[in-house]
């Protein structure tokens, strides 16, 4: 797990957010925020967590999309008295007992905590167990430039706020949730046998989704959920939703 962490600061670096990301920002101040930044049509771009360090917000990034993000903020910011810095602090993470100055997981409780000091890596858990079971996306696995966050689930894991107002993508968002039900997203499947990550999941030979993470005789699969009935294959593996 290696992140990166980006110091933004200046007397806009609130407003600026605010009108960006898909979460409310002023949470920052009760702990850890969990968010993402979407393309005007609604797509993922990234997602992080935010926290309060005296007059700075740290934004804790998956490193592998870290320079897209400073690009994309970079471009966002215009005028706005506001400045984007890397930082030299590391996270840590795990579920063994909380160390003091730790801050809880927004997403799900059994994430555990997130420590932002010297130290970087996690504490030995098998975080992907604890995804798989919680059906919790990770950057650049369930999450791709492709992702459209309701389907998901950042409504469950705390990541977008209805109530807050106007941000990027956020007409898209609104449109989505106030649909009668999704007809596309991730879920929880049982399977037998095991297929690489992004094999495509057939029923009766139609597309019925994606495969992607894989633990304990569970994974993650992105699914077309009129498709999802009864016994589907993906490569070897067989699969249902529970």
Known sequence: MTRTIWEISGSDANSFLQGLITNDVDRIDQGLVYAALLTPQGKYIADFFLLRRADVILLDVKSDISDSLFQRLSMYRLRADVTIEESPIKVL??????????????????????????????????????????????????????????????ERLNGVDFRKGCYVGQEVTARMKHKTELRKGLAVVEITGTAPVGSEIQNNGKAAGTLFTQSGGSAIAYLRFDRAKGTMRAGDATLQLP
């Open 93 to 154: 993470c795990g579920t063994s007992a909380r160390p003091e100055g730790a801050l809880a997981d927004p997403r799900h409780p059994d994430l555990g905590w997130r420590l932002y000091s010297a130290e970087e890596g996690t504490d030995g858990t098998d975080f992907d167990a604890i995804r798989v079971t919680h059906c919790v996306p990770e950057t650049g696995i369930e999450l791709t430039p492709d992702s459209f966050i309701l389907e998901a689930g950042f």
